[in-house]
């Protein structure tokens, strides 16, 4: 629905898309098969994601180094909202943060707003290859620290793959996901 939803509005703000991608695997941040767009115009991204328990979109903004969005969507039945900053100083180096409120509670939506979730993340691109290392809080839970390893792999000009693998600290296991992308 959401990825419908996107494709409308990009038909009708001047707007083009720009990707798709399907995801599947563990990750810090998702689990199971999902699937995204992504769409631009000169100066703005809109970014639309759904996977099994959750939907999400972002709208941001370029400056240079740096990506400015306001992100929301509804997370286990949940709705949330929170800013993503995307931070590249370097073209090896980037920094990711993202933070996130609930309107209730993850499973239990209300009207009280509750601390989401806190990602933060640190990557190193070397060429194909990146390692990483990503701290991830969610609501109480003991922080979890992840970090990883992937390689990208073009097929041609518009394909591409990421093959990636996170290491849980906290559960003691491997967290393998893979994507294959489609840019027009």
Not at 79 to 106: D, S
Request: hydrophobic share 35%.
């Amino acid at each position: 629905m959401a990825l419908c939803t996107g494709e409308i509005f990009a038909q009708t703000a001047d707007y083009r898309i720009s990707s798709v991608t399907l995801s599947s695997g563990r990750s810090a941040l998702s689990d199971g098969i999902g699937g995204s767009l992504t769409v631009t115009n000169n100066t703005e991204t809109l970014y639309f994601q759904v996977a099994a328990n959750y939907v999400q979109a972002m709208y941001g903004t370029d400056y240079g180094c740096c990506f400015v969005s306001a992100s929301g969507g509804f997370y286990d039945n949940t709705p949330w909202l929170g800013p993503y900053v995307f931070i590249q100083p370097l073209k090896y180096v980037t920094f990711t943060t993202w933070w996130g409120v609930f309107a209730g509670t993850g499973g239990h939506p209300g009207w009280r707003p509750n601390f989401s979730f806190a990602y933060n993340s640190l990557s190193l691109n070397i060429g194909p290859a990146y390692i990483a290392y990503t701290v991830l809080h969610y609501q109480k839970d003991v922080p979890n620290n992840l970090p990883g390893f992937g390689f990208k792999l073009n097929f041609g000009t518009k394909i591409s793959s990421v093959i990636g693998c996170d290491y849980s600290l906290r559960d003691k296991g491997p967290l393998f996901s893979s994507s294959l992308t489609y840019s027009f």
